[in-house]
Structure formats: C-alpha cells, structure tokens
C-alpha cells in the first residue's frame, strides 16, 4: 500500500457504460488491506461487474460485518451507501435494509470467520427467507484481522502459519446453502478474475439469495505451504465444473450464445444465465446431485468452483410477504395512517 | 369498612388453572361491570406454561376509579384446588371465598372472620352439559353466573356480552346462557344475595374502553407510519407484536393492490430482531421491535452501534421480572439501567416511561418522532402489568393532522444544491447531524460504522477526530433532553403543601402512587407533591422539582433502585436525598405497600 | 530542563507503518536500555488493520521509575512520511526529530525549536542488503544503530541482545549487526554523538522483567489452576489466551501420557465462549474466557443466568475504545458500568482492577478464588494499556502453598452424612450457598436455572420465595464487599496532610498518577493522598477515605465518568463530591494531564 | 396434569436393572407440560432407555435451553444435575461441562425454535466439535411456550392453529447434521416409542455427538388438521427406513441378532448397533447416499425415520483436543500449579 492518494480525475478517453459511466466511477476508498490480499481482486471484480452491467452506484447498498474481509466495501463503489455494521451480523442488516427498500440492489460482504462462525445464524436464515441481495464471503479459511487464528472453513489438517494442524472439519458454505434451500450457489478464485466476474453478474441478476464463496487467499496469515487456503493449494485443486457466462437484458442474445452451452437460464430480471458445461457429469439445477457432486469431490480433496446451483423460479422474501411494490420507505404517510374514524371504530371493540 | 363502602368498591380474585379457559368468563365479568358504568380493572396472573398451572385473575371494582392494585381481596372465587390454602389465606378479613363444593374440602373453614360458599360447580356442570371440554369450560361461566347474583350484576348486560361473542353460534350462546342461569339460580337459592360487596349501575365508563397496553402499543406504532417490524417471541412482549400485525392485515393492505403496506419478520433471534430495524431504519423506514429483559441482553451490542453510528430506532421493552429468565410472567421495571446504558463503552439511551395504555399508544409516535429527530435508538420501558393487563383508559383520540417527524434528513435537491455532504457535521450546532438515505444520490452517499469515525464520516483512529464526535454525542443528549416529554407534575391542592417529602415515579407505578396520595392525605398522615418522570434524559423539570423537597420517595419497581441511580448519576443529586421505595415481587405495587412504606418513614423520621 | 535532567529521562517515539516488522527492533531498543538498568516502559499504538497503515511505539526512559505517558515526546524517529506533519508538530520544544532523508523532503523544517536529523536509511539499506524483504527490515534496525550511538547505548548489551535471538541463525545476527553497525557509524560520523538526551548505566532494573498484562493473566491463570478456557478473537484480548496456551503447551502437558492437562476451546462467538465457561465451572472446572467490550455486550444475557443461578466463572476484560468497535487498538477504561451491571434486571457483578501487569498475575488467583467462594462471575477489568504494552514490573513471586480456594462445595461423605441437601439455603449465614459437583452423588442432585427458584433449587413463580433469594444475592454482596482485595491507600506523608481534596482511581491510571502527585507536591501545588480502589463490590474503607475529604478527584478513562457513577451510587455518596477527571481520547493517560487538571481545578477552586 | 403429588415409594417387586434400579429411581418430577404433549412421550423413553442400560442418573449430566421441551430435564432422572440455561445456548454449556468432565454422560434436550433459529450457530459448532453428548431435538414444528409461533422447522405451506399457512421452507436438522459431518444423526417420533428407545440407546453409546430429531407434536399449538407435524399427519407420513436395534457390551450378542439385519456396528463403549433395514434401497453408513435418500423423501412429503447416519470411527472433541483421560475437575492442584521455580525460568525470558 501506498499512502499516496489517487487523484479522482477521469481520464476522458476511458470507455464508458450505458449509464456513462466509466469504471473509476466504480471504485471506492484506497484500499487499507496487504499488499496481495485476496480480497483486492474480489473488490476490482465487484467494480467491473457493476461497470459492466451499467448500473449506477447509488442504487446499490453495500453491507458488512467486521473483518479484512468486511471493509472491503469502503473501497468499491464510493457513490454507494455502505454499512460496517457488526461482527456476523451484516445479514440482519441487510434483511431489514431490503425489507424497508426493495427497489436498491444490494451486496453483502463476509468473511469465513464472519459468516461461519458467530455469524452462521444470521446467514442460515437469511438464506431461508431468500432475501433479494448477492452475499460474498471471501473465504481465507483464517480470521485475517485478528491475526491468523483458523476459521470454520479451515480444513481439517490444514496448517497454521506456526505449524499447527487444524483438527477440526470444515464447515462448507456452499454444501450447508445448498442444503439450506439457498436459490443461488457458486464459488470463485479471487486469482481468476475472468470467470469471478461474470460469476458476480449472474449472482447480481438473481431474485433472491444469491450466494457466492469466494476463496480469497491472505497472504499475512495463510498463504504458506502446508495451507489449503493458499493461491498455489487453490490452483492445484480447483476445479471449475461450470463456467457461468451472463447475458444482459439489453444484449443481442444470439451472439452470446457459445458452443457447448447446455442449459440457459432465465434470470427474474430478464437477463439470462448461461451455464458452459465443463465436467459432463454435472448439472446445476440439480439439487440432490449439485450436493453429491460436490461432497465427493470435496472427499478427494478438490474444491469445486464455478455456477455449482441454480434455481430461478422461487419467490424472493417480498414475495413471500405479499409486500407493496413499492418501497416501505418510499409510502407517504397518508397511505400509512389509517385514520381518526378507524380508530373511533377499533376502539368500539374495546367496550 | 362499611357495607355501603363496599358497594363498587371491592376487589375479587378468580383462582383457576391455567388452560381452562377462565379467561373468557373472566373477561365477561370484567365487562360485565364496565358496561354498568363502574370503573373496573382486572390484572392477570398466570404461569410460565401452557397448561395445568394456578393462575389467578384480579378484578378491581373501584367507583373512585383506582386502577392499581389495593393490596387486599375482598372476594376469592377459589376454583383450583391446589391453590385453596394460600387463597384462603389471601383473602382479607370480612372477605367471602367461593368454592367448588362438589367434592368435600376438609379444612376448608379454618377461619372465622370470613364467609365460606359452596357451589357444586363442577357437580352441576357435568350433570348439565355432555362434551368433556364443556364440562370444564362451563364450571367458569356458572361461577360468572352465580356473582351476578352475589354482586348484583345486570343480566341484562350479560346477555347482550353474550350475544356479541355467541350471536352467530347460537349453540354455544345457549350452553353458556344455561351455565349462567345455574350459577345464578344456585346463589339465589343458598345465599342472602346479593352480598355486601355488590354493584350498583354508575356512568363513570362513558368515554372509556378497557385494552391493555400492548394492543395500543401496536396500534400506536400503525399511526406512528412504522412499516417494517422484526422481532423474536418473548413474553411478556409477542402481544404488541401481534397487535401490530393484526391491525396491520385491517388497516394496511393496499385496497387496490391488495399488497402490504407493511413488513413484519419474525427474526430467528433478537440479535436479528434489532440487526434488521437498524437495516431499515438507515434505509428510511420506520421499524422497530419489542421484546423483554432477555433481549435487550441479546441486543446490547447493536444497540451500541446504533447509538455510535447514529441510527434511528425504536424500541419496546416490555419488562418482566429478572434477573435472568426470572418470572417471565410477572412484572417488574428492573431494565431502567441496562437499557439507559445498553451496551459495553460509554453509550446513553433515550427511554420513554409509559404509565398506561394510553401513554403506550401516544408515546409511539413519540418515539419514532425523537428516534429520528434525535437519530439514536428510543428504548419504551413498559412492563407487563402495563403492557398484558386490563386497564380502563379514556378513550385514545388521534388528531389526523398528525405528520411525522422525520428529523434532519437532506434529499436529493438538498444534496444537489450542496458542495460537499458529511454525514457527522454538526450543522446547526444543536449536535444532530444531517443523514441521507441509500439511494437518493451519490452525492448522499457514506459509510456507516461501529468503529472510530471523524465528523466527516470518515474511518479514523486519531484521539482528537475520535473525541469530536464522541463529545457530540454527548452534548447530543443535552438537545434531547429538551426534546422528550416534559414530568407530570402533581402539586397537592393543599395550600400548606408539604416541602419535606415528596414523590418520584415512573410508568405503572402511577395508579398506586395516585391512590396513595389521596389515602395519606386521608388519613393526615402527609399530603404529598408528585412528579411522574415520562423520560430519560431528564427535563431540567425533573432536577428543578426534586431540589424543591428535602427527600423524595423514589418509588419503582426493582430491587436496586435503579430510577434513583440514573437520577443521583445524571443530575448529581445526592443520592441520600433520594429515599427508595422499592417493590419488586413480581406483582404490580398496590397503594397498600405505598401507604405503608410513606407512613412508616414519616413515622420513623418523627421518631428520629 | 537542563541536558543533565535528560539524561536517562526522556521519551523516544517511533513512527513507522506497520507490517515492516519494527516491533523486534523497538523491542532491541527498549531491551537494551532495560539491561543497562535504566528503568523504561514501551508504548504501542497500532493501527486495527495488518499493513501499510501508520503505527507508533514511544519508549519512555526514566530514571525515576515512572512507568506513565508523560505526554512528552523528545525525540521523535519519524519512519512514515504519511505521518510526518503530525509527527513533528508532535515533539516537545527543545527536541529531536529523525527521519529517513533518502528522499528530500520539503517543508520538513518548518519548526525551528527542535533539531532535525536526517539519515539516509533506504538509501543505505537499499544499498547493503539484497532481498526485498531486508531491505524493508534492516532499516528498522538501522535507526536502533544510530540511537546506539546518538543516546549513548551500550553496544556489548546490543550484541548480547542479538546474539540470544539470532544466535542460531549466523546469518540473521550478521546481517542485524551490520545494519546496527551502518546506523551507528552515520550518526558518529554526521551528528554530535551523544545528544543531550542520553543514557548512563544504573541499577535500577535488577529484579525486575520486561512483560504486558496479558502475558503475566494468561501466566496467572495457569498458576490459579484453571483448566479450561473458551474464547472467541479479538483486539485486545486475544494475547491473554494466547499466552495461557503457549504456557500450557509448555508446563500442563502430562509428561506420563503426553496428554494435556488444560482445555482450550475456540468458541463460534461470545455467546458460546462464556456459555463454555459456565458449564465446565459448574462441572467443577476452573474456567475462564477473556475479550474486549463488545464480546462484554454479547454475553450479558449469559452473565445475568450465572449470577442469579450463582455459578462461578472468570472473565477478562481486556478494554478498548468504545462505544461500538469503536478504536479496537486503542485503550480506555470504558465498560466499569457495563461489566458491574451486564444483563437486564437487577444484576451486579464483582469486579477486579489490576493496575500492571504484576496485578494481572495476582489478580488471576483471586479472581478464580473470589468466584468459586462467591459462586458469582468475577470480571477481571484491565485494559490495552496494561495487556499489550511492555510494563517494568518487580520479578513476580511466587508461593508454592498456594492452595485454591474453592468455596464452598459438599462432597460425596458429606451428602451421604446429610438428610438433604438444598442448593440455595443460607446455612452459613453470610449468603453464600453450598453447591455441588455433577456425578458425585444422586443426593447431591439439583437443577441449575435461571428461571424464578426457592431457596430450596426448587421452580417457583411465588413472590415470597423469589424475594427470598433475591434478597439474599443483595446480601452476598456484602459479604463480597468484605472478601475483595482492599483498596491501596497512600497517604502524603507531608504532616499538615490536605483534607481539602484526594485523588481516587483505579486500574492503568496509577502510574500517571503516582508521577502527578509528585509533580504536584514538587510544584508546591497540592499534596495529595491518594486510593487506588482495587475490587467492586467498594470495601469499607472506601467510603471512609472519600468522606474524609471535602472533595476527592476520581481519575477514570472514559466519558462518562463511570466510576464516579458507581462510587456516588453503591456508596450512596453525594456526587457533587466526586469531581470527575476524565481523559478518553483512547491514549493512556499522562501525567500531564493529571496535573493540568488538577491545578486547573485547584486554581478555580481558590479564585472560587 | 394433576396436582396430586406422586408417592415416591418403591414397590418392593418393581423390576430392577444391573445397577440395582427401578424405573421409578430414573423418574423427575412432576411433570407441567400439558396433558398429550408429545415431550412427555419422550421423557418416558429416556427413562426407559437409561434404566435399560443400568446407568446411575447421578452419572449423567442434563442441559437443556428454553422451551416447553427444555423444561421436560426437570421430569426424568431426578438423580442427575440438571442446567435449564438460557434460549438457543445449551450447545455451549454442554461442551463446557464435557470439557470440565468427560467421564460424565451428557444429554442435551432441545426444542426446534431452540436449535434451530436462535441457537443454529451453538448446534452446528456442537456438531462440528463432535462433542461426546446425546442432543434431542424435541421437534413440533412450533414454539410452543410462547404460543404457537412457527418454528424454522415448520413447513412451508403448513397451516397454524388459525390458518395462516407458512410461507417459508424449514430447515431440516437431519440434513443439516449430516451435511455439517454429524456422526451419528436418527429420527424418531414421539407416538413410537417402540422404535424410540432402541434410538435413544444406540445414541447414548455413541462416542460423539448423536443427533435425535424426535418429531413431538404439541397438542395446544400445532395438532390439527393441515399442521404437518401432529401425530395424525406424522403417522400417515412416516417412512421408516432402517430400525436400529441396540446390543449392549454384557448382553449375549447372539440371542439378539435377528434375520433381517444387514449391518452392525460396535460402538464405542464395546456395544453394537444393529440395523434392521426396512428399506432396501437405504445404507445409513453412507453419507451422501443418506442425503440424497432423506432429500428425496422429503420432496414427497415423507418424513423419513429411523437411524440415518453412523460414523463410529471419528474422533470426539477430546482426542482432537489430546485431553487427559482424567477429567479436568479431577486433576489435583499439585498436577496444575507449574511451580516457583518454573515461574524464575519463564521471567528469566523477560529481562
Ligand atoms: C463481537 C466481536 N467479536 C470479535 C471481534 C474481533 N474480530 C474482528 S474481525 C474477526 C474475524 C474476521 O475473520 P473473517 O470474517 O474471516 O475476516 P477476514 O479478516 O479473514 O477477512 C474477529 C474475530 C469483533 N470485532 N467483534
Ligand atoms: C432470549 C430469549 N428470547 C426469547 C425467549 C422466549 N422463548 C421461550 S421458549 C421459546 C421458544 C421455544 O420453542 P421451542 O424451542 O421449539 O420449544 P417448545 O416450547 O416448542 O418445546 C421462546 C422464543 C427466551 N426465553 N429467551
Ligand atoms: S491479514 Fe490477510 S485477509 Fe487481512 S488484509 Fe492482510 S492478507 Fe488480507
Ligand atoms: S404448549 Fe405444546 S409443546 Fe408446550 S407443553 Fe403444551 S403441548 Fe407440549
Ligand atoms: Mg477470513
Ligand atoms: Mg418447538
């Protein structure tokens, strides 16, 4: 890091989206992380999938927990509202941030210590409810902020920066939200920008929970041999089982539909999801085998990456609750005070 | 006492096991006597179960119109058997106690200065009726009947009570109309009916309903424009919730649309119930929760935050008696401390005092008011015996002119107009910030949070950019100070008014006090100023009052005499001026322990 | 002062950016100084992130003994441009300023009451090492080469120092000592070496260590028997359970079985760190956890159930700057209220107030005795200040028949020689229990609740037996009062003593103040005595001192002036008494600012 | 319930166990949940099944949390310490008291608002930990001590007392378990007590932590028609897969091996576990087969009972831990106090 500020001046030649937007209108705060923090890359990736699906910064609220991880928000989308709330408590936020606006976009950041441990409630049951927002946990198997200790995504065996073996087993995020009814599942690399990114878009387009694990390696705490959090233990081991690729609403779709694609899928807004088969044996919408897929390779020692379920046709937490269209906060008050003479007539009850 | 005192002027006490479905005849009778115009309370003492445990319902029949406890029972309708010795006991001196005489209670006459009845209650209502579930829920009703002939109760007001819940099962009206007769025919044939303590019609009820506080709570919060609501069960607060709820799915689902104007979440805990009202209160909604002691535990880390990072929000905390889980069934006002100070570090809240019903509804709207004018949490202590038990209350008026206020909140020709926006600016210098809501403009756009953060709304971790906000915030509570409902202040009429002791409250304390004060000045003993505390931070009233007596009985309802630390701490007033009353067995105060404590320390400090 | 005052009395403030590994070079800087037998004390101010944000650590060098910030610094080593401008306008008139003069920097001479130094260190490191890495390093301890020669350090103890570290690494201790070397030979060679600050061997470190508080707890609890420990991470407190484990793995592993004889369990959160610790207590395990203010807040709910179910246990509270997260790296002395009365309802908690690190190895003993005599949660209030920096303490000593006290607990013949047992009685008289272990015996047999109980262990919803063992937790406390370690008292020893005014503190705030009341007495200001208080609940002696004066300074870390709060409310003490002194912007507090405020307050006082 | 208090007088030719009991000595007191109220059933099982096994009730532990189901320790073996602790938070008293003392048996009763939404976090990292103890959930699809509300086990679409249908999925604790690596994970049902003991037995010689999710309708709140989890609806969805059939370590082994039994395992304590498979097609050793089986049942509407996954050859949270064999609360001071001298070394270090 360095402590020079970058100056806010675009360039007129950077290329713009449909809102006119260039990607610098995209960023945030100088980042504050290690130089080489995982979390960086999902940070420029979250920027350029924004860039790239043109939408305008202030539509979106961005929340977190407490963690390298969770203040990562100060450092994308400036022209953003953003909340730092509490440790493992950002889903709560955010429940009751999309209850009271369901009109803004909104992108939950988490870390494995944030989401798996005091905050694995908070994120079960946001899941259950299926509340409209994309939810990252940038996954380091450590508690990067208060200095390596393991998480519960460490593997078992895995090695602590001092040598210690970690002896208890992990806790998947991406097998427990899938267990758990959660509508979108994938997980990305943070070192391969060019399949998290459109990962992002799809997981933006989805109504309802959308969650993507993100190994994120730190390279403080873990990142050393022995680490199955590393960048070279995630490139040895991964493996990418379906490549996602998003097509906007607003693209021609036909030239975007590639060779090889076997499924394609109609996301709420419009906007579909392609999936790019790259393991034969594995199909994204299938729930019981989407799990079994995943477990036995998990069992080999693989982690399986890319758009790993999928299911659009589910009904977001508005829907369930059968709420206004438009936002609670956006109600004028005259549409929420019933009123002198109702009150006249409730309380006629009351004698 | 008198026969003639007693004349709508006594208390009865029903004794029942819980799940049998006493609460509808209670419910009847309490009406019943409402509806002859006699002010009438009832309070309700059940179990922490569902089914099989003593519970008891207190009515209080008072032409005075006292709505507290008196501390005495006049008459014991004595209906579980387990419970019969320390009924008996309760029931004060030239009382009655009416029981079920269809087995033989041996014992049972132990004393002699009060009258003993038996009804074979149970004997007539298995004879009578043939369901299992009948047999049962009809013993109730036949004791309704029988006082309406002790008591001199009018049947005609019965039969129209029955008429409005039976009117469209005629079955059901008529089985419950044969109980009622058999209890009546019964007394009329074995007692002197009716009793000395009876009733005789008045027209002191026009203009009042009978609710409790929790129904108006959440009415009150519908009229405030609270939209979203997120809360996890716990007695003695789920009613408010459901009151909430159900005038909601009346009165606001979107007649075109037939969509919810409103948002109720049942959170998986309260850490979530009070995550989720702060997410939509930044997010410009107006949200709350309630819950009791227990969660107000459980949500102390956000509360810190919210205060810390300025977010409006609105809390009820129906108080129940603790430590712990403690008796979650009875009451106390024992969070006046862990609320005022919720959480770890140095953090202040804004709490409202409800004494009744209709405070709960009206101080709604407050709340929400002061949460966003002040953008800080408003935590509402109210109780269970405000919050679950029957109170007569003049009817709620609603002024349709009623706008709420939003507080300081800049939108989006403000932020265009504007060269810079900075969240923690001390604009005005009344120390309320300017906030914006996500996704009005970028312009608007900052991050909110828990850890140190300049005026600017910018992360630090230097001392002084620290120190500026944080000594904002405490001038903050000076502004609000000036803003929360003033003390009601109760000077006696009596010129010669007294300068050495006077009375401070809180909340559900006030009917008592109230009787209190008029039984003292009664008896000569003291006649007694009084000032009803309604907020926290104090008024400069509440300092100005206290300083005005040599002592002030700080009157509340906890063991450690939490309303007079918060008062000693706040306005540095010698605690040694502040003389705690405290009761906190789980019942509401009567006037009785209030006489008793007041005389006894005059006496002492005559004797001294 | 004079060049003569300085020598062996000064402070030394490195300015650095941190993830460059400055903290072994300080720790070279201040160990040396140390092992020359000079009395010195390290400060560490550090960023809540892991790299690349500023951080500082100032070495105060006094040959008085004086273990406080002065709120001085005399020679400011400047390592981070981006802090540069606060770092000079940071030195004290007539100081030093070192920085990295590899690159020009303008403006950097904008003061002329202090002296400017610079090195080329980048350049010269640059220049000597290889690896990217070194490079960063070495110039750490090249500024350490130029002190040695600049403050007059014995450079035998620097390579003594070197070697014990690197001693198995040749090529680490080489590359140390040339870095040392070149640092030192550019300061002979450009400046007038020694400065007028400067050091002179003493003897005044014999018999004491270099160590924080959190080592010397975690140290502690070891040597009080604890056996299993549960918490979850956080800034500031993870060091204490870091420790207890580094010490367990070296002293508590069976060398029979090579099984451990301790348990240390990563909670999922708080919630579950405490919970552990209340059940392996209960389960007759020493046990404990340890965190920081918002871990306080999520386990209220938990403290609340152990102090009304009387279970013993032990929790540190390493404090931080709140409200909220607050300033995680920063300390304050802020939860006094929030740990004396953690959860809702009427709950009290006995604290502990350890002043340094040899109180945070004693009190670990006391705090586990205290808690199983007490059957209560005992929470152990320290602070940053205490637990992470480098504090010169005596050796600590160490009595090998120290036997625990565990309280009172029936075994096994003494159930079988009783006709029942009941686990809420007071058989003794001074409201404390009997309790016992699971397993031992059926007889022994009860139900922990936290629900409404007799004093028999049994379920109740009876006011009367609630009462009963609510009143007579109210009363334990006295018997705590009675049990706690007395407050220090150090009375002037200046004959015509002042009753006017005292100083009352507790905890981190010892050190500025020993060197404040010096200072003052020196000044001719005011003598003044002066109580440490060391335990809540506050021991007799501690309303006598305070009502000995007319007005006593309470000298507390935070906003709120909280312990004054406690004093004025548990001691029913007029506040106006208690005048509060309070320094929180999050950096211990200095004697400075003690002695400003009470001269300022002095001075008021006589123009009053 | 009555409120006559039972004579606790032994009769003289009550049948008594190898430790010389009666049932009787494995009773509590009095029960106060309403009469019907499946937790009792349950109760009664518990009793059975200890009383079977000739363990001393002072020898086992109960922890609960808050609910009508955590109230139910109270009401059997009245010989044994007992903890009603707090709501949702039993899992952490449990691991702490093992921690303290592993020769003691511990057992843990649950309601499904318990584990399920305020304490997932505590269950799942119970589980995780593998800590030695026997956890019931006592499961009825409501909270029944505050009335009625639904629980995150309910069912989506099952009705309320009133009516009103339930909008979300339930979190299903037999998946959850089993997908968080739970080592042994049954369910019963509360009006089956024939098959509930065995259950209860087999769980208690588990050597980790064993999941029972008992279904236990609650007669006030959740009994009626529509309601998925009352004895009517949990009767006629019931699917049985495999009976576990418990043998203890001094029964003769060969009298109760029984034609139909295709797997059995020796438990740690030396006892086996037979399983009786009733369903062909199910092998509770086989993790991902036992997901995908209980998943696709429960997409028909069936509950699927019996004993669904056992891993006997893992490790609980001692041996990951290398714990001494002695419990911690009975270690003697003299092997904890490191000593003076020890105390001189280790300051050597901080001069
Ligand atoms: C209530 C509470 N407990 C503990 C902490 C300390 N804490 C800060 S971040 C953190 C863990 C972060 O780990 P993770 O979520 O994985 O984020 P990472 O830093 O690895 O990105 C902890 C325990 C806290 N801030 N609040
Ligand atoms: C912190 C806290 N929140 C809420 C409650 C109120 N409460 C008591 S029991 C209960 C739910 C019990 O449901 P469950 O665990 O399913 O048990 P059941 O009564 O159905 O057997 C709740 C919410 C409480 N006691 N503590
Ligand atoms: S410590 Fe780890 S997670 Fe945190 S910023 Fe550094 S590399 Fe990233
Ligand atoms: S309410 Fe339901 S769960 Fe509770 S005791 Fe009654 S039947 Fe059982
Ligand atoms: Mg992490
Ligand atoms: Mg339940």
Known sequence: MSFIKKPKITHPGLPRNAAGLTLRDYEGAMSTLCAGCGHDSISSAIMQAYFELAIEPHRVAKVSGIGCSSKTPTYFLGGAHGFNSVHGRMPSIATGANAANRELQYIGVSGDGDSLSIGLGQFAHAIRRNVNMMYLIENNGVYGLTKGQFSASADRGSKAKKGEANPYSPIDPVLLAISLGCTFVGRGFSGDKEHLVPLIKSAISHSGFALLDIISPCVTFNDHEGSTKSYAHTRAHMRETVHADYTSVHEEIVSHVEPGEFKKIQMHDGSRVGFKRVDENFDPTDRIGAISYIESHRAKGEVVTGLLYLEESTSEMHHVLGSSETAMSELPYEKLNPGAQNLERIQARWR | ?608
Request: proline share 5%.
């Open chain 2, 1 to 608: 006492m008198s026969n003639k005192a007693k004349t709508n002027n006594f208390v009865v006490k029903i004794a029942n096991v819980n799940g049998t479905g006493s609460a509808s005849a209670n419910g009847l009778l309490m009406k019943s006597i409402f509806r002859m115009g006699i002010p009438v309370t009832g309070k309700n003492f059940f179990p922490s179960n569902i089914q099989g445990l003593p519970t008891w319902y207190e009515i209080r029949v008072s032409k005075d119109g006292y709505l507290c406890r008196s501390g005495k029972v006049d008459f014991m309708i004595a209906m579980n058997a387990e419970t019969y010795e320390s009924d008996l006991a309760d029931v004060s001196p030239g009382g009655f106690f009416l029981y079920d005489s269809t087995w033989a209670r041996k014992g049972m006459m132990q004393r002699d200065d009060i009258t003993v009845l038996g009804i074979p209650l149970s004997g007539m209502c298995n004879e009578a009726f043939e369901s299992a579930r009948a047999k049962v829920l009809m013993k109730n009703v036949a004791y309704v009947g029988a006082l309406v002939a002790l008591l001199n109760i009018d049947m005609g007001v019965v039969e129209t009570l029955l008429n409005e819940t039976f009117g469209s099962k005629p079955h059901l009206m008529e089985a419950n109309m044969q109980a009622i007769k058999m209890g009546q025919t019964f007394a009329l044939e074995n007692f002197d009916c009716p009793l000395p303590l009876k009733l005789e019609p008045m027209d002191k009820t026009a203009g009042h309903v009978l609710v409790d506080g929790n129904t108006t709570a959440g009415l009150g919060a519908v009229y405030a424009g609270a939209t979203v609501t997120s809360w996890y069960p716990i007695t003695p607060s789920t009613s408010l919730i459901d009151a909430f709820s159900i005038f909601c799915k009346q009165l606001r689902v979107d007649p075109d649309t037939g969509k919810n104007n409103y948002c109720v979440i049942q959170a998986e805990d309260e850490l979530a119930a009070i995550g989720m009202v702060l997410g939509a209160n930044w997010n410009g909604a107006r949200a709350f929760t309630a819950t009791s002691g227990p969660g107000v535990s459980l949500m102390s880390e956000f509360l810190g935050l919210a205060y810390y990072a300025e977010i409006p929000a609105v809390l009820y905390d129906v108080q129940r008696v603790s430590p712990s889980t403690g008796m979650p069934t009875r009451t106390q006002q024992c969070d006046i401390i862990s609320a005022a100070y919720a959480s770890h570090g140095d953090t202040k809240h804004v709490l409202l005092f409800p004494a009744d019903p209709t405070d709960c509804f009206h101080m709604s709207q407050q709340a929400f008011d002061l949460a966003e004018q002040l953008q800080t949490p408003v935590i509402v202590l109210t109780d269970l015996d405000i919050g679950m038990n029957d109170w007569m209350i003049p009817e709620i008026e609603w002024d349709d002119s009623y706008v709420p206020a939003r507080g300081k909140v800049y939108d989006r020709e403000a932020l265009r107009n504007m060269d810079n926006f900075y969240r923690y600016l001390d604009v005005d210098g009344d120390a309320i910030p300017w906030r914006t809501l996500p996704g009005v403009d970028p312009k608007g756009a900052y991050f909110v949070r828990g850890s140190g953060h300049n005026k600017f709304g910018g992360y630090t971790e230097k001392s002084d950019e620290y120190k500026d906000v944080i000594d904002r915030l405490r001038r903050k509570f000076d502004t609000a100070a000036s803003m929360v409902p003033a003390p009601v202040i109760d000077k006696a009429t009596d010129a010669k008014a007294n300068k050495q002791w006077a009375i401070v409250s809180i909340g559900s304390c006030d009917g008592a006090i109230r009787e209190a004060r008029d039984r003292l000045t009664a008896s000569g003993i003291a006649t007694l100023d009084y000032m009803r505390i309604r907020a926290f931070p104090f008024a400069d009233d509440v300092a100005n009052f206290i300083l005005d007596y040599d002592h002030v009985f700080v009157v509340e309802q906890n063991r450690d005499a939490q309303l007079r630390q918060l008062l000693s701490n706040e306005l540095s007033i010698d605690p040694n001026r502040l003389i705690p009353m405290l009761s906190y067995d789980g019942m509401p105060v009567s006037s009785d322990f209030i006489v008793d404590a007041v005389e006894e320390h005059i006496q002492q400090g005559r004797a001294a």
